[in-house]
């Protein structure tokens, strides 16, 4: 089934299963599915009509799409979801998710819920201004290696902001550990930062990692704001998607997100169940309001195809009511050969992810030949 | 492998994973995984011989196990994790889950890690005396269907705790839905909860459920605790499992943590990559500090083998470091029918989740019977 664009027309929302099974199979999992998702009680004892016709989930269309395989189209009342992410994320799959031969593979989400989610704050067009960068891909970075110490991790980040590096970010890992501690990280490389783009008059922006606990992270994101940061990794598969929402609606200090694929992969890898890339790391993040979202790119160290990319870049950036685009930054062992086609695969509006890559000369003239190699795309 | 006993001696973290493919691909594979989970970069290009030596993991052991599939134990530093759980996630299955053939199935958590968790704060013995129930098999049940209000929700758990039901959970899809507002049902069911008690002479909790979005968490949670819940439902799949961690060290108001599954099907469904059902159901809720972990029993309608069920019941149970044990909660379609069986295969440190069952008859009735049954296996 085809990405739909904006809310279904019938205010409901529809989400898109692939089943496996015979046609009779299928047909008795879809209507199953209706109720594990919604009630999960015996739909033969609701007594309440009011129930059965508007909480319950509703087969909306099943087809065959190949040898034991079909799309089917499930609508849900918006009620059910509470307009809130956690739930909605429970209906699209909660406990489905442990039935074998489930895959979810779209979603569309009604108007009437779009308008409660404010999306990427800043999308394609406010990364770009606040980058100065108008037409050209995006270099995106990590510092690493996580053993690292803070002092060095800031130099780091002043030789790739003086290399035209825009987005430099923690490395994923990079968490609290005693060889860069959080608040020592943040303080130097924030200072980096600004001391580079103040001297070469660039615009990088710094984004720790706040895979933070529960009951630290409005003290690591106060702390990383307080210092500069330019913007917060997420890893929606450890914390939730939720906290994606939480801190792009924040405030005081509004700055960009990026979202980091950790833990995701068991999501999607296995492709009759689970939930196809294109939610996973398109949809859902610009849904929670990722105004970027980190994933590998086919062909690295990781095992995506370029279908599995194609979707993600299309679920970033597809209509889906007013919500801000989310730009890809495709990564995973990018090295300055992949420039080209990664920027044609993506066009122009996406974030390129080179790690280690970076490192393999002096770290500003690398970053300066990826900078170079960029611009003349543009 | 075999669940080890507490800690690994070295004073490191061992994670075991299954690899798949040939003898040589597997070593290269697990030497990849050393560097991938820890600092992410090229390991020819670390300057840092502390790096090399002290952060980047260690292959400590292969072993083929079957046709193209090895068992691999691989250590890590436990400064790595930074001792909190969403990094120690992040370095168990972070990158890798993006990787096809690698499945995590076990883990060893040394000493110097487990005394930075407090683990369940109740476990067996302290539910067992919040319930006053000795010896049997403790009885559970949700609330349910969605679309049910508040008031006569209320008169359910009323019903459940005057028949003899432990523990009275909200369905993990009650959020903050028109139906049963949250702060309107958690009023009400704790009320209802409390007369129950009073009038009968039981201790039943009631357990709302607190999927809520990240900067409602606490408001929900106050609301639950003031309104006389006796114990909190937490989605770890879609709020991560620190969540879990937050609310049981949580004060003031300490309760009993119930873990429930959604959403974590699909990290276990495919055996050759994902995280063992031990793990995502028994040890990670454990060491976050869950009292009691659902998962659906193996025959239910979800698809889970007898032998998960029993690695996930050994997980709750077995001796890790001075953490005490979460009970396990298998559900899924249990009917009257089932209770011989799930006490045999369980034993007596049990909390049985009967759902929809227990509505084909008048409430109190339902529970009573499940009662008798349960305190004639005691």
Redesign the interface.
């Known amino acids: 089934m085809k990405v739909r664009e904006g809310g279904s027309d019938s205010g409901r929302l529809y989400a898109y299963y692939q089943l496996h099974g015979t046609a009779e199979q299928v047909e008795v999992i879809a209507r199953?599915l209706t109720v594990?998702?919604?009630?999960?009680?015996?739909a033969e004892?609701?007594t309440?009509p009011?129930?059965n016709e508007?909480?319950i989930g509703r087969v909306e269309g099943i087809e065959a799409i190949g040898e034991g395989c079909h799309d089917v189209a499930i609508s849900y009342s918006v009620?059910?979801?509470?307009w809130?992410?956690?739930?909605l994320?429970?209906?699209l799959?909660?406990?489905?998710?442990?039935?074998?031969g489930v895959r979810l593979v779209d979603v569309s989400v009604p108007d009437s819920l779009l308008q409660r989610f404010s999306g990427p704050r800043f999308g394609t067009a406010g990364i770009r201004e606040l980058l100065g960068a108008d037409s050209r891909p995006l270099l995106a970075t990590?510092i690493?290696?996580?053993?690292?110490s803070a002092e060095v991790f800031a130099e780091m980040v002043f030789e790739c902001a003086a290399g035209g590096v825009d987005i430099i970010k923690d490395?994923?890992?990079l968490?609290?550990?005693?060889?860069a501690p959080f608040s020592e990280r943040v303080a130097r490389c924030g200072d980096a930062v600004r001391a580079a783009n103040d001297r070469y008059g660039t615009r990088a922006l710094y984004m720790p990692c706040v895979?933070?606990?529960?009951?630290e992270?409005d003290a690591r994101v106060d702390l990383a704001l307080e210092s500069g940061a330019g913007g917060l990794l997420v890893?929606p598969?450890?914390?939730?998607y939720?906290?994606i929402?939480?801190l792009a609606?924040?405030s005081p200090g509004c700055v960009p997100i990026m979202a980091h694929?950790?833990?995701?992969?068991?999501?999607v890898?296995?492709e009759s169940?689970?939930?196809a890339p294109g939610l996973v790391f398109g949809s859902l993040p610009r849904l929670a309001g990722a105004d970027l979202s980190v994933f590998?790119h086919s062909g690295g160290?990781?095992?995506?195809s370029r279908e599995d990319c194609s979707s993600i870049a299309e679920h970033c950036r597809a209509g889906l009511g007013s919500l801000s685009e989310t730009i890809p930054a495709p990564g995973?062992g990018m090295t300055l050969e992949h420039v080209p086609e990664v920027a044609a695969f993506y066009g122009n509006d996406v974030a390129i992810l080179v790690?280690?890559?970076l490192?393999?000369g002096p770290l500003r003239k690398s970053a300066e030949s990826f900078r170079d190699r960029l611009e003349r795309i543009a």
């Open positions: 199953a594990e998702e919604t009630i999960e009680f015996p004892l609701v309440d009011e129930i508007n909480v009620e059910v979801t509470g809130e992410l956690p739930q994320i429970n209906v799959f909660g406990n489905c998710s442990m039935w074998p990590a690493k290696p996580m053993g690292t490395d994923h890992g968490a609290n550990q005693p060889y895979n933070a606990p529960v009951d992270l890893l598969g450890i914390g939730g939720d906290v929402r939480y609606s924040r694929p950790s833990m995701l992969g068991a999501l890898l296995d169940e689970g939930i590998p160290r990781f095992s995506f995973g790690g280690g890559d490192h393999r």
